[in-house]
């Protein structure tokens, strides 16, 4: 029995890709906008299954963008649509990593300790509750 791939969707003829590198490498006006158009929806579906609906758009643009910039360094080794998926993964993978270095912590009140005017609010006994503290606990 002979194991396969399974088909994302990404891989059109191999011809056609050929045929569409070769107008995006010699400058030909609409061929990036054709092969954007031709993958967008199945590496759009991918990169939802990394960062959900919110920043897949922004995956797949900067991933396109991406390969754009560097179509010249594609060898032919693989589809192009093989090439284009994983450049989208490693944009959602980048895409997470910085949501957890950006993660922001909620913090308690930070005006808690200053009065009404502004003024730090200090205790002069520590930490010892202040009067209006020990009234409302009883």
């Known amino acids: ?9 990404l891989d059109g003829t191999a011809a056609a890709d050929a045929a569409l590198l070769s107008a995006i490498r010699a ?7 054709a092969l954007a158009r031709q993958h967008a929806g199945p590496l759009l579906r991918v990169a939802r299954r990394f960062v959900g609906d919110q920043d897949a758009q922004d995956c797949v643009q900067d991933a396109l963008l991406q390969a754009f910039r560097n179509i010249d360094r594609f060898e032919g080794r693989s589809s192009i649509g093989t090439w284009l998926y994983r450049i989208v993964v490693n944009a959602a993978l980048q895409r997470l990593r ?4 950006d993660r922001e912590e909620a913090l308690e009140n930070p005006y808690s300790e200053f009065d009404g005017a502004g003024c730090r609010i200090v205790s002069a006994v520590g930490d010892l509750p202040g009067v209006e503290q020990l009234l409302l606990r009883q």
């Open 27 to 33: 400058g030909s006006k609409g061929s990036r906008e």
């Open 1 to 9: 029995m002979r194991r396969t791939t399974p088909d994302l969707g």
């Open 98 to 101: 910085a949501r957890s270095r």
